[in-house]
Nanobody
Framework: QVHLVESGGGLVQAGGSLRLSCVYSVSGDPIMTGAMGWFRQAPGKEREFVAAIARSYDITLYGDSVKGRFTISRDNAKNTMYLQMDSLKPEDTAAYYC??????????????WGQGTQVTVSS
């Protein structure tokens, strides 16, 4: 099992920055964390892929709406994944979820999910 806890959400003005963190704990082989990612969901909308990162080698993948503004990273020694969000826009407002356990880097296939952290961007 992989347990995920997000933090770092909040209220920020458009153009500002936030950094989300996802602390993970594993009951078993650490390789279970697999590729990890961030997703978001705004009220009344479907869940949207934001970014993902491979377990090793810092290989990353981004959704089109956040390319060039968001940066995903992970520190396996600290069991933490991050999402640095810059140049935030009101349309980035959503609940952000940490995900883990994908066998390959991609936009689906995640087996474990956090409880979410709210990001609100005011105009």
């Amino acid at each position: 099992q992989v347990h995920l806890v997000e933090s770092g959400g909040g209220l920020v003005q458009a153009g500002g920055s936030l950094r989300l963190s996802c602390v993970y704990s594993v009951s078993g082989d650490p390789i279970m964390t697999g590729a990890m990612g961030w997703f978001r969901q705004a009220p009344g909308k479907e869940r949207e892929f934001v970014a993902a990162i491979a377990r090793s080698y810092d290989i990353t993948l981004y959704g089109d709406s956040v390319k060039g503004r968001f940066t995903i990273s992970r520190d396996n020694a600290k069991n933490t994944m991050y999402l640095q969000m810059d140049s935030l826009k009101p349309e980035d407002t959503a609940a952000y979820y940490c995900a883990a356990g994908a066998a390959v880097l991609g936009k689906s296939g995640y087996n474990y999910w956090g409880q979410g952290t709210q990001v609100t961007v005011s105009s």
